[in-house]
T-cell receptor, first 112, second 113 residues
Framework: AQSVTQLDSHVSVSEGTPVLLRCNYS??????LFWYVQHPNKGLQLLLKYTSAATLVKGINGFEAEFKKSETSFHLTKPSAHMSDAAEYFCVSGGSNYKLTFGKGTLLTVNP | DTAVSQTPKYLVTQMGNDKSIKCEQN?????MYWYKQDSKKFLKIMFS???????INETVPNRFSPKSPDKAHLNLHINSLELGDSAVYFC????????????FGPGTRLLVL
């Protein structure tokens, strides 16, 4: 069975500083991995997707994530946080059983 | 030109009532999903249809019944609503089943009083 663990339930950064949201996955094979963002009272928007083509994946709004098989990690980063980045972020794993497995989410707060 | 749309956006109702939520996608996708997001933001899949055929049916009370009249629509009917049904319900679609990217609707916020 696959699982996704987001290591921090809440991350707080200052505007202009780097963002690191951590995600570990567990799977018996190389899964597809996604990061989604949910702004308050909104639906989920895809930030980026890993599908084994390249280990460093670039997404929208300056976010990127690196797939590290040896560490079973898929951490999300951004060099410089913006106020508009404040949202809930979900790390997601895609499996062979037609299902996506969602992490419990990390709330990103950006302080001025 | 919204890709995945849901109606209504908000739904406030009394316990015991029956309600429906509608979902439509104009992406030409074959697969559609219903998710429930609880108060702690945890997302759990409820159902999935591929070309109008049910392929995922998680452990959900049988008061919840999905219906897919065509592959662009997936509706969710809920009978005898209970307080614990209060949540945000998201519809999503993907091109195919498997590890495909899913595109989410804006959500329907259901409050049962």
């Amino acid at each position: 069975a696959q699982s996704v663990t987001q290591l921090d339930s809440h991350v707080s950064v200052s505007e202009g500083t780097p963002v690191l949201l951590r995600c570990n996955y567990s799977s018996s094979y190389s899964p597809s991995l996604f990061w989604y963002v949910q702004h308050p009272n909104k639906g989920l928007q895809l930030l980026l997707k890993y599908t084994s083509a390249a280990t460093l994946v670039k997404g929208i709004n300056g976010f990127e994530a690196e797939f590290k098989k040896s560490e079973t990690s898929f951490h999300l980063t951004k060099p410089s946080a913006h106020m508009s980045d404040a949202a809930e972020y979900f790390c997601v794993s895609g499996g062979s059983n037609y299902k996506l497995t969602f992490g419990k989410g990390t709330l990103l707060t950006v302080n001025p | 030109d919204t890709a995945v749309s849901q109606t209504p956006k908000y739904l406030v109702t009394q316990m015991g009532n029956d309600k429906s939520i509608k979902c439509e996608q104009n992406l030409g996708h074959d697969t559609m999903y219903w998710y429930k997001q609880d108060s702690k933001k945890f997302l759990k899949i409820m159902f999935s249809y591929n070309n109008k055929e049910l392929i995922i049916n998680e452990t959900v009370p049988n008061r919840f019944s999905p219906k897919s009249p065509d592959k662009a629509h997936l509706n969710l009917h809920i009978n005898s609503l209970e307080l614990g049904d209060s949540a945000v319900y998201f519809c999503a679609s993907s091109l195919r089943t498997g590890q495909e990217t899913q595109y989410f609707g804006p959500g329907t916020r259901l409050l049962v009083l």
